[in-house]
């Protein structure tokens, strides 16, 4: 079920020599743990800046123009996961304050990617395209993964004919959606008809995703890491199994060759290394919902033994 990265080879760190790596994360990351904990074994040097809390304030910047990125200190960077920090913001000025605080940060950090030499998983801007769920779609038919009838629209009457000609649908944002000043969660996919009850002003106020719904379906995920790809399987009782988690009992899938080189193919072509997909699986075909770029794996990862961690450790210090 599993193969081993493209130019993967059994090394020690005495093989290659001890490298610096620099994660970028954030503090509630429990699965980059699993990662730094590998690197350190072999004896790598790891740091890992925090990018949701108060850990920014001890991050030094001091740059100049003439400076190389700081970049230039390390071989590889892991561009993993960035949650806002959770405030207590109470008021508009606080909440503004926070969100350009955010701003300059991110700015900062995009000079990382200036002329780097370092190798990126995943590169920032290939990161910053991908999220872009528009352009998922369109690549995913490209590597022939099959998607389901989709339209993007912001138009409650489009996405009322759109159920009423391929039946049964869902909704969900065009980009990964966070309540950061509300509830710290994410946005999830949801049934149509559930969306349907907002009246036409609302939903002129931002496109969204209406997609046919795959029924009856197991839900898959597909860890990608450059030519290293494995997966498992649920199924829960909802259009979305990020929602029950709790009910969820993953177990080892064996895709498929055509589709596993296509889910291969798909983060390939999205100039990412590594990518978590998620599918759809019917009685005859696997369905392409979506791609994350810094997608969970530990979650099955541990339990079902993937070695999606080794994986990932091998590729930042090879």
Partial sequence: MTAKPHGHRDTSASDRGPRRILVLTNERDYAADRIV????????????WHLDTQATRTIPVDWHPTDEPVSADYDSIWLRQFLPEVTTANTTREVDDTLVSREQWRTWLTDLAEGSRSRWMNPLWA?????????QLREAGTVGLSVPVTVVTNSRQTA???ARSHGPCVVKTVASAYHAFSDSSFVFTRPLVDALAAGDAEWKTQPLVVQQRIEPCTDV?????DGFAAAART???????????????????????????ACIALVERLGLVYGAIDLALDDTNHWFLECNQAGEFAFIDTPLELSVAPAIANWLSS
């Fill in 221 to 225: 995920r597909v860890i990608v890491v």
């Fill in 235 to 261: 199924s829960v009782d909802g259009v979305d199994w990020r929602t029950r988690s709790g009910d969820a009992t993953w177990v080892r899938h064996e895709l498929d060759p055509s589709t596993r080189k």
């Fill in 37 to 48: 904990h590998l690197l350190h074994k072999e004896g790598h040097h790891v740091d890992r």
């Fill in 160 to 162: 009322v004919d759109h």
């Fill in 127 to 135: 990161s910053r395209r991908a999220e872009n769920k528009l352009i």
